[in-house]
Structure formats: C-alpha cells, structure tokens
C-alpha cells in the first residue's frame, strides 16, 4: 500500500463518515509532505506525511505545544499516528511570508514575527529542549567543506587551507557558545511564517533546540529567500533589542556586543546552508534552492569582511566564487 492509500484509510478513521478531498499543500527539505484537506463543509485541515523511517513526529507535537503556551501561532494537532507518521493539523492558510511581504507591509509583518519570537523566547527554559551545543554546531559547520568545497565547487582544499578554515570555525564557535541562550526554532523565516490571525503563523518547528538568542534573529533578518537593505535590518534588530531589554530577554546590555553575536550567529548558519543546498542538489536531487545560494553567499562575505578573525574564510570564498554576485530586492 502506498502512502496516499494510507493517509486516506487514516483520514477515514478519524474523520468517520466525512467526505473530504485532499490537495498537495507543500513540501520541504526533508522527507516530509504536507496535504490539505478539504471537507464537505468548505473547512480545511493539513496533514503531515512524515514517514517513520525518515521522520518522527514527536518532536513537533511537543514544540507545538511548548511554542503555543508561550502565545505563538502553531497549527493546533487534532488527531496524530506516530507509528504511521501522520498528523492532523489545524490550517494556518497558504500564504507565506515570502509571498506576501513587500516595502509597505514589512514594518508591520517584521514587528509581528518579531513578537512571536520574543514570546517563544520569554517561554524559555533548560532541559525541555535538546542543546545547541558545540557538537551539533560544528557538526552544521563541517557541511560546508563536505557538501558545498568538496561536492558543489569539487575544490580540494590544501592542509594549510584546511587549517585555516577550521580555525575560522573555532572562532565563530566560541562567539555563539558564549551566547545567552533561549529557545531556538532554527528555521524562523520568511517560508516558515505565515499570514495569518493572529499572526504570524509559525510552521517548521520540530528542530526546535535551547541555544544561542541570537540564532533565529539572523534566520529572519539575514533570510536566504528575501533581502532587504541592512540599514532596515539594523533597524528591526535595534527594535528587536530595546523590547528584549524591557521585558527581560537575555540580550546584552550593549547593542554593539549584541550585534557581534548576531553578526557570528549568521556567519555560522550562512556556512552551514551552503552546504546543505549543496547536499540537497547533490544527495536528494532538489536544485530549487541552487538559485538562493548567491544570496546566502553575499550575506557570509559581508560578515567576512567586516571582523578581521573571520577574513580567511573571505579569502577561500574568492578562492571558490571569484565572481562577487550583486544581490538586490526580491519579492
């Protein structure tokens, strides 16, 4: 039986009696699927197709519920079959911040986002979450000379260069582990929010780890799908800082301290999607992303360039992208 004759059967024994029509909603990066169900009544729902020898879905049954106690917009789960690896959410709509952001509205959806976050955030606490530890951020780092050197540019780096780049690593490293930390969502951007009341909606949480507060802010602001101007992003993440002070975020109490962390905690995830876009072109066939890689380069020599400890890594970039790619708005 595959797996669409398995959600039917599923749907049909927890919604007896109901008619309903399913639609393809989305995909992501992983093995998971998202339908949306439509009943008889015009209602919808969205089912997750997660299959258990890839995926598990404990994880986002719990962020859900830990992310909406703390007043995020999660998709509420109405029925779930961990063993089949479905669940059936609530439906946060269709439209994404990605399609729906533009010059005028983005002040407003920004503070929104923003909110949630700073919500999920005040929520935090050890132990409920896994660690954002040393281990698991090197081992995102190590994607890069794997996937996006080795594989994408099928560049060999020399012993010196390999040194080098892992000194870079060591350094980005000892910024983000002395980081206050928080509750970390680790995709929070434009594809994973959602238009909606109250909003945002917030999808894509199930990697949810207790890390670095600076983490999801450079998700957001330094997105790999939307650019915007750095004055204006300066500008949030200023706006950003001022409310965590007031209502007691673990922020430093220097804007400028504050912004290096940012600046480290974006240098660090920018090196870790380069090597997963690379992955997921290379390993599981998906080019989709192969045209967002320009952008996430750009935001990595920004930061390169700005903090001499990071200027080695500048010069392999030109090594392995001699060609600088001018990014501009995209909506």
Request: glycine residues 6%; negative net charge; hydrophobic residues 45%.
């Amino acid at each position: 039986m595959d797996r669409l004759q398995q959600i039917h059967l599923w749907l049909g024994s927890v919604l007896p009696g109901q008619e309903f029509t399913l639609s393809v909603a989305s995909a992501d990066a992983s093995f998971r699927r998202y339908f949306r169900v439509t009943l008889a009544d015009g209602s919808t729902r969205i089912i997750m197709d997660a299959p258990p020898a890839h995926e598990d879905c404990r994880p986002f049954v719990h962020v859900a519920a830990l992310f909406g106690a703390a007043g995020a917009h999660v998709p509420q789960v109405h029925a779930q079959d961990l063993e089949q690896g479905f669940l059936l959410l609530s439906d946060l709509g269709s439209t994404t911040y990605l399609a729906a952001l533009t010059p005028d509205n983005a002040g407003t959806l920004y503070a929104d986002a923003l909110g949630a976050l700073a919500a999920i955030q005040r929520a935090s606490r050890p132990g409920v979450l896994p660690e954002y530890d040393r281990a698991l951020l090197l081992r995102e780092l190590m994607l890069f000379p794997e996937w996006y050197v080795a594989r994408h540019k099928g560049v060999t780096l020399s012993e010196a260069e390999t040194a080098s780049l892992h000194d870079v690593f060591e350094r980005i490293l000892a910024v983000n582990l002395a980081e206050p930390r928080v509750y970390v969502h680790r995709d929070f951007h434009s594809r994973n929010l959602m238009l909606s009341s109250p909003n945002p909606g917030v999808l894509d949480f199930q990697d949810a780890v207790h890390g670095p507060i600076t983490y999801d802010l450079a998700s957001l602001l330094k997105d790999a799908y939307i650019h915007w101007d750095e004055e204006q992003t300066l500008d949030w993440l200023v706006r950003y800082w001022e409310i965590g002070r007031r209502i007691g975020l673990p922020v430093r109490s220097e804007f400028s301290d504050f912004h290096r962390d940012y600046e480290f905690m974006g240098a660090q995830r920018h090196i870790k999607v380069l090597g997963i876009f690379a992955r997921l072109y290379h390993r599981d066939g998906k080019d989709g992303y192969l045209k967002d890689m320009p952008l996430v380069m750009h935001y990595l020599r920004a930061t390169c360039r700005r903090y001499a400890e990071l200027r080695p890594l500048l010069r392999l970039l030109d090594r392995l992208e001699p060609e600088e790619v001018q990014v501009g708005y995209t909506f």
